[in-house]
């Protein structure tokens, strides 16, 4: 069974940086695609980043692009998210996630394993 542990989230300054992590086991992953997705109080999960298990095309929400980024240590078998130049809109819950086929996917559901999700909070 597929298991997805985040870590990494916490307080941090407008302007700041994080390093989420997602520890990833159980599977074999090596024709998975990685993402990483949030979500805000009262409002949907949205995609953020993801990038095949292997490495490769990395792809990223508008709203992060130049600022986060995302990459992959195969031999740790986990998966990273820099977010540098944070703002207070990127405050939610960040999920890492995976699904069994490599691809640009953005909706929440072509994933089909989840974290449990770590929380980014962004504040003065």
């Known amino acids: 069974q597929v298991q997805l542990v985040e870590s990494g989230g916490g307080l941090v300054q407008p302007g700041g940086s994080l390093r989420l992590s997602c520890a990833a086991s159980g599977g074999t992953f090596s024709r998975y695609t990685m993402g990483w997705f949030r979500q805000a109080p009262g409002k949907e999960r949205e995609f953020v980043a993801s990038i095949p298990w292997s490495g490769g095309t990395t792809y990223y929400a508008d709203s992060v692009k130049g600022r986060f980024s995302i990459s992959t240590n195969n031999a740790k078998y986990t998966t990273y998210l820099q977010m540098d130049s944070l703002k207070p809109e990127d405050t939610a819950v960040y999920y890492c996630?995976?699904?069994?086929?490599?691809?640009?996917?953005?909706?929440?559901?072509?994933?089909?394993?989840w974290g449990q999700g770590t929380q980014v909070t962004v504040s003065s």
């Open positions: 996630c995976s699904a069994r086929v490599v691809g640009m996917l953005r909706s929440p559901r072509q994933y089909d394993y």
